[in-house]
């Protein structure tokens, strides 16, 4: 039984940079007084206005004053809301007692966290608790981690129609990207560094390719820390940044879906830099440059970039199924959005809307988009967010 409330999404953080753009999208793409109630809010109201006037929100957008500091004001919040939307970041600092809130009312929650450590503790401290509930929890509901989750199901599924089953061997490679990562990320990446320095429990976390599948240990899985040549692709490969949360989001997926991928399944995510000595030189390059999330010199939180270059923005991942016997499979996920703002915003109020409105069925508990939505999230992003989903030959 669906839960009934006065709103069906409710965007908390709707005035910060993500969180505008988000609220933004929901404004444009299914405006108020329609089939989806929804509302706006934070901790400032006047903030709340302005942005709700600056992004030719209707007047009548109803605004919300809540603060993660303040457990009655979001409790009074979750109390209104079918789900709600975070943008309120870093989710190690800012996150759980939305999560509390939202488990104990039974409603939903989503969020764009690439926390894996702060993702661990809330499965261990929640995940039993929202089963009983009926609260579905959606970690990662943006660049990190759906084009890259939703492309590895959709390969699956494609290996099941053109091999007669799924393939235990997956490279997730970045074949071209334009456009910056949030200034929320990296300030998520800090606040992890920090927590690891204080813990070693989290940076022993963070190592585990299954720290988000409690129980279940796979194989060994490739690092992707250095330099490597694809030789089914014959193309030399770097690191790339997000491989830490994606892959492990991934392996989460597996186990949600009773390990459909296989239980020895092995996955990795690198940039394709080309072939021959000039990619070899490239994945190097990449190697040994500073992280675009490390340092003082990125975006903060609440900064980003301008319009024309979200707008300008793309990404292309190829993934490639490797079956035992030898054959492959090939599939690739394309956005026409700058990944960290312009995609991202339309992925997560796209997976909300599914998650309420696609009669998925699911139940209660801390999931994956991609274990929860599957294919109705496919059909949402192509249909509404720019993204492609298209089967490659070989």
């Not at 764009?112 to 990662?140: K, N, V």
């Not at 194989?219 to 014959?234: C, N, S, V, W």
């Not at 707008?311 to 956005?335: C, K, M, P, S, T």
């Amino acid at each position: 039984m669906p839960r009934s409330a006065e709103f069906d999404i409710v965007v908390y953080g709707a005035s910060g940079f993500t969180g505008r753009l988000v609220a933004e999208y929901v404004a444009q793409r299914y405006g108020v007084g329609g089939d989806l109630k929804w509302a706006m809010a934070g901790r400032d109201e006047a903030k709340l206005a302005q942005v709700r006037d600056e992004i030719g929100a209707p007047a009548e957008t109803p605004l919300i004053v809540a603060d993660t500091d303040d457990a009655a004001s979001l409790k009074a919040m979750v109390g209104r809301a079918r789900a709600v939307i975070t943008t309120v970041g870093p989710y190690q600092l800012y996150g759980e007692p939305l999560v509390a809130a939202c488990v104990a009312a039974g409603a939903d929650y989503l969020d764009l966290c690439g926390e894996p450590a702060w993702m661990r503790l809330m499965i261990d401290r929640y995940d039993a608790q929202a089963r009983e509930t009926g609260a579905r929890i959606l970690f990662s509901c943006g660049f990190d981690s759906i084009p890259f989750e939703l492309g590895v199901w959709f390969l699956q599924e494609t290996a099941r129609a053109s091999l007669g089953g799924t393939v235990p061997r997956v490279l997730g490679r970045v074949r071209k990207m334009q456009g910056g990562f949030s200034g929320g990320t990296a300030a998520s990446l800090k606040a992890t560094m920090a927590a690891a320095a204080q813990d070693p429990g989290v940076m022993e976390l963070l190592r585990d390719p299954f720290a988000l599948t409690p129980g279940f240990s796979g194989p060994k899985q490739p690092h992707g820390m250095a330099p490597a040549f694809d030789e089914p692709l014959d193309a030399w490969a770097a690191p790339f940044v997000m491989a830490a949360i994606n892959t492990r989001n991934v392996h989460r997926s597996n186990a949600l879906l009773d390990h459909a991928y296989g239980q020895g399944f092995v996955y990795d995510e690198m940039i394709s830099t080309g072939p021959g000595e000039q990619g070899e030189a490239i994945a190097k390059a990449i190697a040994t440059a500073p992280s675009p999330l490390a340092g003082e010199g990125g975006p903060k939180p609440g900064e980003g970039p301008s319009k024309t270059d979200r707008e300008n923005g793309f990404y292309d991942i190829l993934f490639l199924g490797l079956a035992e016997d030898g054959r492959q499979v090939r599939v690739a996920v394309a956005g026409d959005r700058d990944p960290g703002y312009g995609s991202t915003s339309r992925m997560i109020a796209e997976t909300a809307v599914c998650l309420l409105h696609d009669d998925a069925g699911v139940r209660g508990g801390l999931w994956t988009p991609a274990a929860a939505l599957g294919r109705p999230l496919i059909d949402r992003l192509v249909t509404n967010a720019g993204l492609t989903f298209e089967v490659e030959s070989a």
